[in-house]
């Protein structure tokens, strides 16, 4: 027995039929799967674009996509001609424009031409996101700009991407919120990450935060606006969340409400108007209103990209 993966549509149309050992979203109309032990490309077709070659790939983003072959790594274009030649010991998706690149222990940005654009002198970098990346210093975290210029100074234990103008960072064995400029948005005051009471990033004007293992949400400001009685809680999105009480999962809206009531199995956020649940053992897909619109069937299913979604069945 072994599991196969295709793709369905929104009405539950399977278009591309089971067949890749592994599989992906689409990113840029491709989607990355594995075949035979190595990784290529398909379309929304499931024709091969990129044939399976190489050792790992992630998805494309910018139009290109990282990919490692022989120990190495470059970039190529969706055609698979190689943009940047394999040269780095690994490197990450573009986003904003760069990407980050290790060079024996260090890291630095590339941009698509493959020219070094901030010094490869980092322990650790992350991609941009708004503006910043996160960077590790000395075993502290910061943040750098696009020019390579410390904006935030390595100071804090650990930290994340920015996301809506904050991000959670931990300092002293607490957790809050810091802008773009270093200041506190919301001081430190959730215990660490490792700690009883944890703290995620903004996400549509709300923050999961947990304590004695019961999760509810902040805003910006700080103040709870859902208490937290939730068993497990995800990030809102498309103007819902997927949370678990009594070992069924529902959704709320910002309120707090119960929009769909708890009654799956296991619940994934919205995505493209759906969430992939979990019913007696199989996975389907609803809608808002918590209409099953595609009944469950499948052995396993991912979020709706573009238009289409990963599912899995075990042969």
Request: hydrophobic share 40%; charged share 30%; with cysteine.
């Amino acid at each position: 027995m072994g599991e196969k993966y295709g793709y369905i549509d929104k009405t539950g149309k399977c278009v591309i039929g089971p067949q890749f050992e592994k599989a992906e979203n689409f990113s840029e109309g491709l989607v990355r799967v594995w075949e035979g032990g190595k990784w290529g490309y398909v379309d929304k077709m499931g024709k091969w674009v990129i044939k399976p070659q190489f050792d790992w790939t992630l998805e494309f983003s910018e139009g290109v996509a990282a990919v490692w072959i022989g120990g190495k790594c470059g970039y190529i274009d969706k055609t698979g001609k190689w943009v940047i030649k394999p040269q780095f010991d690994t490197a990450w998706r573009f986003s904003e424009g760069l990407a980050p690149v290790k060079i024996g222990d260090k890291w630095g940005f590339i941009d698509k031409t493959g020219k070094v654009v901030i010094e490869l002198r980092f322990e650790r970098v992350w991609e941009f996101s708004e503006g910043l990346a996160l960077i590790v210093k000395g075993e502290k975290k910061g943040y750098i700009d696009k020019t390579g210029k410390m904006v935030i100074e390595p100071q804090f234990k650990d930290a994340g991407d920015f996301s809506e103008g904050l991000v959670v960072v931990e300092i002293g064995g607490k957790c809050g919120y810091i802008d773009k400029t270093g200041k506190w948005a919301i001081g430190p005051q959730f215990e660490g990450f490792d700690d009883d009471y944890v703290a995620w990033n903004f996400s549509e004007g709300l923050a999961r935060v947990e304590r004695v293992e019961k999760c509810g949400y902040i805003d910006k400001t700080g103040k709870i606006v859902i208490e937290p009685q939730f068993d497990r809680a995800e990030d809102f999105s498309e103007g819902l969340a997927a949370v678990s009480k009594d070992s069924k999962d529902g959704f709320i809206d910002k309120t707090g409400k119960w929009i769909i009531e708890p009654q799956f199995d296991w619940a994934w956020s919205f995505s493209e108007g759906l969430a992939a649940v979990s019913m007696s053992g199989k996975y389907g897909y609803i809608d808002k209103t918590g209409k099953v619109v595609i009944k469950p069937q499948f052995d396993r299913a991912g979020d709706f990209s573009e238009g289409l979604a990963a599912v899995g069945i075990v042969d």
